[in-house]
């Protein structure tokens, strides 16, 4: 029968289990195990004993040398354990390719974490004779296993989307699954492999099989801390807004110096980009704008010490900017098409032909209080309208500046003035022209609408934006 993989890969991490699965996985004649091929301290164990022929300084050098030679062995298939903290210069070939079968172990993070602990403390890693037990208490550090928490986590949801997103599945298996020798006879079945396992091996041991408040010295500030974590997530603000790209042609890159601006749809963008211009004694056309990622990077190697930046607005003020310079507007910059559905699907309240004589401050300020209300849903995933850049969450649009371009400096709109002149001294310019007027939204000002309601709403609206960057009440 010919087998459905050319290599594997288990996904593991330390006193998960990971030794004993191995141990199984080698006990079948047509599949090897080599160890953590990976970890970059030894080679498959500590011993460094070299691996399908190549040895540590090899893989080293070229990792993908070793990572070929899996996927080219003869004699069975060959496989290795990789943990998060491995070679992660392999970690996306592993990861893209469809002959490499998946493996995910899993363990309650709190017992592998003690477990870890014990082992730290008494040197003991594997046990094959409960007379050679050496016992010990973990000392419980919160933050330290917040930390081991964390990045347990966050691999292994970056596993399952990257899993998810290239339409592969894993075998999946917990901690308890590896005591079942039909578990494992199921996993050879999944790797293709046509013999099947008695029992299971029986020389590792469990090393640790007391309850876990008695594996620890401070059981009650273990607990205590416990208590403090929140197992489901429960306080975090749900994002279902689409990813953002780094929208590298918005950038605008001062016409001499090595500043580089990453706007923010809805910010003080044309305020920025008139010092910017003016820091080199230019106008705003003058600006290095329109640029795709090749042009970026020679800008960047053309100009070293660069510096870039965004400018955060509050939440409030820039879906008012949104609410009248892309709906309530039917002139330049409007979203015509789009504003007829908001008035027709979502009864926006604002005069089809824009406004008029008969459009007041209490009609305004009615409007764009269910604006508000309609951005909710928007940024919430609940409507069929695009979140558009103009008013996603300023998280989510940093967010999509990091897949390439990170800024050096997000500045809030009321420090510029001394932000902006503070990075400008950072690139050696002492002559910082300053800034100018920011012109008023139309027809109405925030300030004329704003009050505890108009604030609720957007708080409502962007509960990230306002959690993310500490934002209080607009006034």
Not at 122 to 145: C, I, M, P, Y
Not at 201 to 212: E, F, I, V
Request: with cysteine; net charge negative.
């Amino acid at each position: 029968m010919a087998r459905p993989f050319r290599s594997f890969v288990v996904f593991a991490e330390m006193r998960t289990g990971s030794n004993f699965l191995e141990a199984n996985l080698n006990a079948f004649e047509g599949i090897t195990c080599h160890g953590e091929a990976f970890n970059p301290h030894f080679l498959g164990y500590p011993a460094n004993a070299p691996i399908l022929g190549i040895d540590q300084e090899t893989r080293d050098a070229d990792p993908m040398v070793l990572l070929r030679a899996f996927r080219r062995a003869e004699g069975g298939l060959h496989g290795f354990r990789y943990f998060h903290d491995h070679d992660p210069r392999v970690l996306d070939k592993i990861l893209a390719d469809e002959g490499c079968a998946k493996i995910i172990l899993t363990r309650n993070p709190l017992e592998s974490y003690v477990s870890w602990k014990i082992a730290q403390a008494t040197g003991q890693w594997k046990l094959t004779d409960v007379k050679a037990r050496k016992s010990a208490q973990a000392d419980f550090d919160a933050a330290e296993f917040a930390d081991h928490l964390e990045a347990l986590q966050a691999f292994q949801v970056f596993l399952l989307n990257r899993l998810q997103t290239s339409g592969q599945t894993a075998f999946y298996l917990a901690y308890e699954d590896l005591q079942e020798v039909e578990v494992m006879n199921g996993l050879a079945r999944y790797l293709g492999e046509e013999e099947r396992l008695e029992g299971l091996d029986k020389n590792l041991k469990k090393q640790n099989p007391s309850p876990l408040t008695e594996k620890v010295s401070n059981p009650d500030e273990m607990l205590s801390a416990l208590a403090r974590v929140d197992r489901f997530d429960l306080t975090r603000t749900p994002n279902f807004e689409p990813r953002r790209g780094p929208t590298v042609p918005s950038y605008m890159a001062a016409p001499e110096s090595g500043l580089l601006y990453l706007p923010l749809r809805g910010g003080p963008v044309a305020q920025v980009a008139e010092w910017l211009a003016a820091l080199d004694g230019q106008d705003v056309e003058a600006l290095q704008t329109g640029m795709n990622q090749k042009a970026l990077r020679q800008w960047k190697r053309a100009h070293p010490g660069h510096r870039s930046f965004t400018v955060l607005r509050h939440p409030l003020a820039r879906a008012h900017d949104a609410f009248c310079r892309h709906i309530l507007n039917t002139g330049e910059g409007s979203y015509r098409q789009l504003r007829g559905t908001l008035i027709r699907r979502y009864k926006l309240p604002i005069p089809p032909e824009g406004p008029g004589e008969g459009y007041d401050l209490a009609a305004h300020r009615t409007a764009f209080a269910a604006f508000l209300a309609f951005l909710k849903g928007n940024l919430a995933g609940q409507t069929a309208i695009r979140v558009d850049a103009a008013w996603c969450t300023q998280a989510q649009a940093i967010a999509g500046f990091g897949e390439l371009c990170l800024p050096d400096r997000i500045i809030r709109e009321p420090d510029m003035a001394q932000e902006l002149a503070d990075l400008a001294r950072t690139i050696g310019r002492a002559d910082v022209p300053g800034l100018t007027e920011a012109e008023p939204d139309q027809p109405f000002a925030l300030s004329e609408v704003y009050d505890a309601e108009i604030e609720a709403l957007a708080v409502e609206a962007y509960q990230r934006d306002y959690l993310m960057f500490g934002f209080g009440p607009w006034r």
